[in-house]
């Protein structure tokens, strides 16, 4: 199954103020850049971040699954529990670099 642009677009608008969002079809599924750095997978409607040990105490509980064959292991982020995404999502974008520029 995969993501609807109804969901798509839900998810760009759960995140907080100050950063300039957008999202990618990248595989068939998604990806969602705040200022630019790759941030947020969206696979069969579900939001997936990569798991980095920076984000082991917010996330320690967390869901974890697989977003596609051949991923490694991603925390599930529940875009709808405001509380979290508040904290997730600067700090995501804090510790993501900008892609590399390709040649």
Known sequence: MATSVDFIEFV????????????KKMFGEYMVYANDKPILLVCDNCVYVKKLPQLEKLFGNAQTGI???????HYILDIEDAELVSEAIPLLESITPLPKKKK
């Open 67 to 73: 977003p596609y064959a051949g991923a490694k292991e």
């Open 12 to 23: 760009c608008e759960q995140l907080p103020d100050g950063f300039s969002v957008r999202y």
